[in-house]
């Protein structure tokens, strides 16, 4: 029975580490819109964070992931934070990938910078995505819709090594606008409710990585321990959590696939 025991955890290890990381899921939200503000009819957001872009995760590993995601056919592409890891060398090849897929939908795409991207170099992040096409919100807002409606994005610094701003971040929003917050960390999530956001969208945490049957996850990074995965409300206010495509240290999952996330407004 030893020698059993010993082949189970050892499989166990194996999936955790070599094919748990590579096996991405979309997960479908649904999001209701206070009434009285008006976005474009049932608006699809494609969400993608922590791709960590790395020794680990390599373009093919994220490219699989994004596959998932564009099926669904997003109009609106935002990413939360998180592209690199390691090192800076990653940042162009990270970019790149992301810009693949950045002119794909109706409204493009926007992104935040996560504590990863301000460790490797923040404004060389934020350059290499913007010669791709994606816009980088670092305490600042961006206008999306059409005639059929509008929704604002308001995307806040990152908060453990950037200078988040929230006030700054929603400065540009017009009063009552619909307005949704971009936002590496969840945690923090009640300074966003003073400005009228409807719903936070966040990453960080990576569902913690290993969770366990009852005990739940075994860790979580500081500003990813209150609203570590799916759906949870700051104030009444629903904040989502991906549990990210990529892995950081170790690089395992277990019981917390990786995922990218279609967020339909309705």
């Given at each position: 029975?030893?020698?059993?025991?010993?082949?189970?955890?050892?499989?166990?290890?194996?999936?955790?580490?070599?094919?748990?990381?590579?096996?991405?899921?979309?997960?479908?939200?649904?999001v209701r819109v206070p009434s009285g503000m008006q976005t474009p009819p049932r608006l699809r957001i494609g969400?993608?964070?922590?791709?960590?872009?790395?020794?680990?995760?390599?373009?093919?590993?994220?490219?699989?992931?994004?596959?998932?995601?564009?099926?669904?056919?997003?109009?609106?592409?935002?990413?939360?934070?998180?592209?690199?890891?390691?090192?800076?060398?990653?940042?162009?090849?990270?970019?790149?990938?992301?810009?693949?897929?950045?002119?794909?939908?109706?409204?493009?795409?926007?992104?935040?910078?996560?504590?990863?991207?301000?460790?490797?170099?923040?404004?060389?992040?934020?350059?290499?995505?913007?010669?791709?096409?994606?816009?980088?919100?670092?305490?600042?807002?961006?206008?999306?819709?059409?005639?059929?409606?509008?929704?604002?994005?308001?995307?806040?610094?990152?908060?453990?090594?950037?200078?988040?701003?929230?006030?700054?971040?929603?400065?540009?929003?017009?009063?009552?606008?619909?307005?949704?917050?971009?936002?590496?960390?969840?945690?923090?999530?009640?300074?966003?409710?003073?400005?009228?956001?409807?719903?936070?969208?966040?990453?960080?945490?990576?569902?913690?990585?290993?969770?366990?049957?009852?005990?739940?996850?075994?860790?979580?990074?500081?500003?990813?321990?209150?609203?570590?995965?799916?759906?949870?409300?700051?104030?009444?206010?629903?904040?989502?959590?991906?549990?990210?495509?990529?892995?950081?240290?170790?690089?395992?999952?277990?019981?917390?696939?990786?995922?990218?996330?279609?967020?339909?407004l309705i």
């Amino acid at each position: 029975m030893a020698t059993g025991g010993i082949v189970a955890v050892a499989g166990l290890g194996r999936r955790a580490r070599h094919e748990s990381p590579y096996r991405p899921v979309l997960e479908r939200v649904d999001v209701r819109v206070p009434s009285g503000m008006q976005t474009p009819p049932r608006l699809r957001i494609g969400f993608v964070a922590d791709t960590h872009l790395g020794s680990v995760m390599r373009p093919a590993d994220i490219d699989r992931a994004l596959a998932l995601l564009f099926d669904a056919e997003p109009d609106l592409l935002l990413f939360g934070g998180d592209y690199v890891s390691e090192s800076p060398r990653h940042i162009t090849e990270a970019a790149a990938v992301l810009g693949t897929v950045a002119g794909a939908t109706r409204f493009g795409s926007l992104a935040v910078l996560g504590n990863h991207d301000c460790a490797n170099g923040a404004e060389r992040m934020t350059a290499a995505l913007e010669q791709r096409g994606i816009q980088v919100l670092r305490n600042a807002s961006a206008r999306v819709g059409d005639d059929t409606g509008e929704l604002w994005i308001a995307g806040i610094d990152d908060a453990l090594l950037g200078c988040p701003d929230t006030e700054r971040a929603f400065a540009g929003v017009p009063a009552n606008a619909c307005a949704l917050a971009l936002w590496h960390e969840p945690d923090w999530a009640e300074q966003v409710v003073d400005h009228g956001a409807f719903l936070q969208l966040s990453g960080h945490s990576h569902g913690g990585q290993v969770r366990l049957p009852i005990a739940g996850p075994i860790a979580a990074p500081a500003g990813g321990r209150r609203f570590g995965e799916g759906l949870n409300f700051a104030a009444g206010m629903p904040v989502y959590t991906s549990r990210g495509v990529g892995v950081y240290r170790p690089p395992v999952r277990f019981r917390c696939p990786p995922e990218v996330t279609l967020i339909t407004l309705i």
